[in-house]
């Protein structure tokens, strides 16, 4: 039997009274799932006991798109972790634990191991396939209504410390590192999102050459620290 593949949704948790990181009614965790993950008692992150404070932000989507709203969210209201928001979420969202930088040997390791690696035309065939796919995907479905007026009201009269703003601005630059241009030209970037805009890049790849788990990207590379300043 096919299953659907438009049976995923986005979930969130709310607080059911105010606390240090959010008022009632703000979401402390954003999930994505399908079936019963929303509900389900093994889990990382404790559900709401009462289930009128867990929320389905969207449902019918496709994994992929599961996957992007839920990042949207997460990026949106911010995380507790790294002092960039109010949830308890410990990673970006999205497929993997993305939002963990690893030190620059390991970057340079994985780099390494790219080199050494070998695609066939098929693979490289479907990896640019699934890139172009990615770059020309338009969703098709908008947030319902009761959705956009709960997440509303919980914004509302939300009010952010100088400290968290200043934490928030530093997290911008998580990515900060320097980058090469196929042309050999260096460029440091700190907001990766906008770097990305800037030069038609996609955001995802990127992060992933950032991150280290790609060696480059359309011949871009990361330029190591001890090289650009010495």
């Known amino acids: 039997m096919t299953k659907n593949p438009e049976r995923f949704y986005v979930y969130a948790y709310l607080r059911n009274k105010d606390s240090d990181h959010g008022r009632k009614n703000t979401p402390y965790y954003i999930g994505k799932g399908c079936r019963d993950r929303a509900t389900s008692k093994v889990r990382t992150i404790p559900k709401p006991s009462d289930a009128a404070y867990i929320v389905y932000v969207q449902e019918g989507l496709t994994e992929p798109d599961a996957f992007r709203l839920e990042q949207y969210c ?13 949830l308890r979420n410990l ?56 959705t956009r007026r709960k997440i509303s009201e919980a914004n509302r009269g939300l009010k952010r410390s100088e400290e968290t703003k200043r934490k928030i601005a530093a997290g911008k630059c998580k990515y900060s590192c320097v980058l090469m241009d196929p042309g050999g030209n260096t460029y440091d970037m700190c907001n990766l999102y906008q770097f990305a805009s800037q030069h038609g890049l996609h955001r995802r790849l990127l992060r992933d050459l950032v991150t280290g788990h790609r060696a480059d990207y359309k011949g871009w590379t990361v330029v190591p620290v001890e090289l650009h300043y010495p």
Do not use: F, V
């Open 74 to 86: 997460i990026s949106l209201y911010g995380r507790i972790d790294n002092g960039t928001g109010i």
């Open 91 to 146: 990673s970006d969202g999205g497929d993997g634990p993305a939002g963990t930088i690893p030190s620059m040997e390991t970057r340079q390791k994985i780099a390494a191991a790219g080199r050494n690696r070998k695609q066939s035309a098929e693979t490289r065939l479907k990896i640019s396939e699934a890139q172009l796919g990615a770059k020309n995907h338009q969703w098709g479905k908008s947030m319902p209504a009761e």
